[in-house]
């Protein structure tokens, strides 16, 4: 299978570089030479990559092409473009939907959008993806598990939570932030945070109980876990995630139109 890659930026190369390393029967991977750095990076790691210079190009060889621009030059990038109708396209751009990217390269055998996530690098990310594709899925799943969505607002709805990587370190500044604020040393305050939380989620990932279940058995009655959790919510705090969620999830709506 030869693989194209239009857009060569992180998520591209986390993605490339989680397929080399899981060891995917993949005959060759072509990608886009902008990012020049990172392409030819690429190129020299992995002796199946090469760098193209040219996006039809790209186009032309590929059975699977992922498609990994920016959202506001993917028109620019992709009107110029003319898909093969025999070929699979799988947009990686964030909150086009997949009718406007055929309407710019044309109409193609099957196309889906995913949402890989920097973990993948590290075959450890859940990627979740808009409709079933044996191809795509296989990728994925091979990259740390693959979610396929039964409809557009199921595929949204995980595309919300997916964006909280910067609330997730943004609240681990605030934390280590008091803390030094309280006279605290910063790294050491950074180091304590960190731990804190991966051991929390590595607890999460290895169980099966639901989170409610978890914090209960976290919060100690009366203690001051517990007193966390309820002095947040009440506070605002449950409010603040709700519209935080819900105003990412109103500009992926407005994006579709
Ligand atoms: N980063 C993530 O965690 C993540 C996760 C899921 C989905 N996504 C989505 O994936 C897409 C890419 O995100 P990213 O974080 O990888 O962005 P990025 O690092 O900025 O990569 C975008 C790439 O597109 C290249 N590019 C620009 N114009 C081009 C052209 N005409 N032809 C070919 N390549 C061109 C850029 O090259 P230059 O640097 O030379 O301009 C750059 O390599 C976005 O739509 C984003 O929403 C990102």
């Not at 709805?157 to 681990?172: C, D, E, K, N």
Request: proline share 4%.
């Amino acid at each position: 299978m030869k693989i194209g890659f239009i857009g060569t930026g992180t998520i591209s190369e986390a993605v490339i570089t989680g397929m080399m390393r899981a060891g995917l029967d993949i005959d060759e991977i072509i990608v886009s030479a902008r990012s020049r750095k990172t392409s030819s990076d690429l190129a020299a790691r992995y002796g199946c990559v090469s760098v193209c210079e040219d996006n039809q190009d790209i186009v032309n060889q590929s059975d699977l092409l992922f498609l990994a621009v920016l959202p506001q030059i993917a028109e620019e990038v992709t009107t110029p473009l003319s898909f093969r109708a025999d070929q699979e396209v799988c947009s990686l751009i964030a909150t086009i939907p997949v009718e406007k990217i055929t309407a710019w390269g044309g109409e193609v055998a099957r196309i889906t959008r995913a949402v890989p996530l920097p973990p993948v690098v590290e075959l450890n990310g859940i990627t979740v993806l808009s409709g079933p594709s044996e191809r795509v899925e296989t990728i994925f799943n091979a990259l740390g598990g693959a979610i396929v969505t039964k409809s557009l607002r199921e595929f949204d709805a995980y595309t919300v939570p997916g964006s909280s990587m910067g609330l997730y370190f943004g609240i681990q500044e605030l934390i280590a932030e008091w803390i030094k604020d309280q006279g605290g040393d910063r790294q050491e305050a950074r180091r304590f945070i960190a731990s804190l939380f991966a051991a929390l989620s590595r607890t999460a990932e290895q169980s099966e109980d639901s989170f409610s279940v978890l914090r209960s058995e976290h919060s100690t009655p009366g203690g001051l876990n517990e007193q966390m959790f309820r002095v947040f919510c009440g506070s605002g705090g449950k409010d603040a995630l709700n519209d935080a969620m819900n105003t990412v999830a109103d500009r992926i709506t407005k994006a579709r139109s």
